[in-house]
């Protein structure tokens, strides 16, 4: 009877590896390949995953398409995508918020990380650039933390929403500069930049992009920015690092598969994302849209990703931040 079932077994494993062999050597000629984009049409994340869609179109011979599939911040989407079969037509554009940041913040998400997933590659990474009203009476970093500490929880900072990268890299700003804001949670960055402008509140986190024409027009002003190095949108901005705070936090934007998807796929997606991140015409958009192309493939990029959860986790925990399902 073990012999038999030795057996069986053995015969389902050469089966299932036959299978994943003849998935790899078909793909991708068999039907066209969806990228989910876990947020709504227009926003930045929406802008990356169409562009790669067009240069995956063109590289793969395979009409590459985007799928927006939003809500939950960002879990709908990649719940999708881990439920989808691994056979290279579903892959994931996905920022640090849903992979790196809700699983930390939520009691529960429908996926896991990184068990559920297959990591391709980081694509690009874009810092957060720290702005205030300009009634507020601080024209750099120390000054807006020794404003602070005068005014414990008066100073009042927008976000994108409770649990959002913006709102979590705030709170570990306050963490360690000892200072003690009030959070306004908003559905979205629009609305919080809105009521930053309209004086309503003091400070908000934004991406460099986002914040830059209203920077420009005196809208806003610019005390620093969170990145590793001075972003070229702000070159007069220093770094946290730069102004006295050991806070590095960048946004990173990758792609991911479920998990099982077949190696051979996933080499050559990653061939062809190195590619587009040394193509001239690509790596000028992505300069426009104020993002840095920043390569990190396979099991580099994994461990990236589960770092960061780790650290959210500590930060949510000593924070006790908690978003109910």
Do not use: C
Request: charged share 20%; aromatic share 8%.
């Amino acid at each position: 009877m073990k012999r038999f079932v030795t057996a069986a077994f053995a015969a389902i494993a050469v089966t299932a590896a036959g299978l994943s062999g003849a998935v790899a050597q078909e793909w991708p000629k068999a039907g066209p390949i969806t990228i989910i984009v876990p947020f709504a049409p227009g926003a930045g994340n929406d802008l990356l995953g169409r562009l790669t869609a067009e240069y995956f179109t063109k590289r793969l011979g395979q009409q590459v398409v985007v799928e927006n599939v939003a809500g939950g911040g960002s879990a709908i989407g990649l719940d999708r995508a881990a439920r989808a079969k691994p056979d290279g037509y579903t892959l994931l554009w996905s920022p640090s918020d849903g992979m790196s940041v809700l699983p930390a913040v939520r009691k529960s998400v429908p996926y896991k990380v990184p068990d559920d997933f297959e990591f391709l590659a980081r694509i690009v990474h874009v810092p957060f650039v720290v702005a205030v009203h300009p009634s507020v009476p601080a024209t750099n970093l120390a000054e807006l933390i020794a404003l602070s500490k005068e005014r414990p929880g008066r100073v009042r900072y927008g976000s994108s929403g409770v649990g959002g990268a913006p709102h979590m890299g705030t709170v570990l700003f306050g963490m360690r500069t000892g200072v003690r804001q009030t959070h306004i949670p908003f559905n979205g960055i629009g609305p919080a930049l809105t009521d930053l402008i309209g004086g309503h509140t003091e400070m908000l986190w934004l991406t460099p992009t986002t914040g830059a024409p209203h920077v420009q027009a005196g809208k806003i002003r610019a005390l620093a920015q969170t990145g590793p190095s001075r972003h070229p949108l702000y070159p007069d901005t220093p770094t946290l690092k730069e102004a006295g705070v050991n806070v590095e936090l960048t946004v990173y934007y990758g792609m991911m598969t479920p998990k099982n998807t077949p190696a051979p796929i996933l080499d050559r997606l990653r061939t062809e994302i190195r590619g587009m991140l040394e193509d001239p015409a690509i790596v000028k958009r992505l300069n426009e849209l104020g993002y840095t192309p920043a390569y990190l493939g396979g099991e580099d990029f994994k461990k990236l990703v589960v770092d960061e959860l780790n650290t959210w986790k500590q930060v949510a925990t000593e924070a006790n931040i908690s978003l109910a399902d």
